[in-house]
Nanobody, 126 residues
Framework: QVQLVESGGGLVQAGGSLRLSCATS????????MGWFRQAPGKEREFVTV????????YYAESVKGRFTISRGGAKNTVYLQMNSLKPEDTAVYYC???????????????????WGKGTLVTVSS
């Protein structure tokens, strides 16, 4: 079974940086869009970013644009999320996600994905 495993979360002060990674187990997701969602305490899950299956395009939520960078690489298409200039409102559980490449990336943005990781907690202190 395909699994997505996030790592890299933790506690950081406002203005600091963290790098999240999403590793795959089982079948390699070479033909999948991959990206990140997050869910803050007491709030609904929201889209953060996605990178298309061939890395031709990336999309970001306006709240993170210019601060976060998504990338992918390696034989298993490990996905990374570099988070800079972190703010307290970035505090959330961050979830890696994947969707089949024949679906448009717009579906991914709306949460139409087929694989979810279990999440990693990012806490940004004031």
């Amino acid at each position: 079974q395909v699994q997505l495993v996030e790592s890299g979360g933790g506690l950081v002060q406002a203005g600091g940086s963290l790098r999240l990674s999403c590793a795959t187990s089982g079948r390699t997701l070479n033909g999948y869009h991959m990206g990140w969602f997050r869910q803050a305490p007491g709030k609904e899950r929201e889209f953060v970013t996605v990178i298309t299956w061939n890395a031709d395009n990336t999309y970001y939520a306006e709240s993170v644009k210019g601060r976060f960078t998504i990338s992918r690489g390696g034989a298993k298409n490990t996905v990374y999320l570099q988070m800079n200039s972190l703010k307290p409102e970035d505090t959330a559980v961050y979830y890696c996600a994947a969707d089949e490449a024949y679906n448009p990336s717009s579906n991914f943005v709306r949460g139409g994905v087929i694989y979810w990781g279990k999440g990693t907690l990012v806490t940004v202190s004031s």
